[in-house]
Nanobody
Framework: QVQVVESGGGDIQAGGSLRLSCTVS????????VAWFRQAPGKEREAVSC????????YYRDSVKGRFTISRDNTKSTFYLQMNTLQPEDTAMYYC???????????????WGRGTQVTVSS
């Protein structure tokens, strides 16, 4: 069974940086399309950033462009989300996901981590 474990969240002041990590086990990682989603209280889960398996395509939602960077290390079966210049509106539970298909729709991802909380204070 595929296991997905994320880490790296925390409490931080506005303007700070965090790096989230996500390790995927029992999946051919270099064939996996990966993504970061987030969900704030009372809001729907939204795609933050996605990367195709061949790194040929990446997606960022408009509000994080220029501040967040997704990357992957296939040798470690791990992908990352570097988050810079964090703002209070970035506060949410962040989830990583992996799938054999590429999509911005959370419903397309069959493998999910449990989430890591990011709280940005002003």
């Amino acid at each position: 069974q595929v296991q997905v474990v994320e880490s790296g969240g925390g409490d931080i002041q506005a303007g700070g940086s965090l790096r989230l990590s996500c390790t995927v086990s029992d999946m051919t990682f270099n064939l996996a399309n990966v993504a970061w989603f987030r969900q704030a209280p009372g809001k729907e889960r939204e795609a933050v950033s996605c990367m195709s398996r061949n790194v040929g395509y990446t997606y960022y939602r408009d509000s994080v462009k220029g501040r967040f960077t997704i990357s992957r290390d296939n040798t470690k079966s791990t992908f990352y989300l570097q988050m810079n210049t964090l703002q209070p509106e970035d506060t949410a539970m962040y989830y990583c996901a992996a799938s054999t298909s590429f999509s911005l729709d959370a419903r397309s991802y069959e493998n999910w981590g449990r989430g890591t909380q990011v709280t940005v204070s002003s």
